[in-house]
């Protein structure tokens, strides 16, 4: 009887340990998913894919980006991309520490940046409006976080709409 009470009393000191923790890491994330939000948001309004990106090491933003294939005809740059294109040239060792924010699911390509500089966390707004390579990226080790943030699929679901063809070019259908 005793020692019920005891288990009852650790399972819910547990969940509260628990609860704060999850609360505490969501209050982190929030500005710099804000932070890949405004990115989406200012490729909204130059014409582009609504897309954005930061990465971050110790817990302070060294690239943020947006994707801007329609502004500068480009074939690369997703917002992932332009986000480690502004971060620059950096050691493995930074790379290693860095988490990656983006605020839809990342595309093979942008998957494979990851991989290649061993990025080992990524947090991503929203994989309603597309799925990318989430599964690949956790089978090779990378924690993959999904918010499903309302503001990113709102940003996508309204593009998509009314951008149908130059959604299907970004992802490489016809
Ligand atoms: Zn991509």
Redo the contacts with the bound molecule.
Sequence with gaps: MGKNRKNRQLKTIDFKILEKNLTSKLLIMEPFILAAIEEAEIGRQEGGIP?GSVIVYRDRIIGRGH?RRVQKRSAVL????DALENAGRQPASVYRQCTLY?T?S??????G?ILLYGIPEVVIGENVTFM?EEEYLRSKGVAIKVLQDTRCIKLMSDFIVKNPQLWNE??GID
Excluded: K, R, V
Excluded at 78 to 81: I, Q
Excluded at 106 to 111: A, D, K, N, R, T
């Design positions: 897309i994707n997703h917002g992932e991309m983006t839809l990342p595309c093979p390509m942008c998957s940046a990318g970004d992802i």
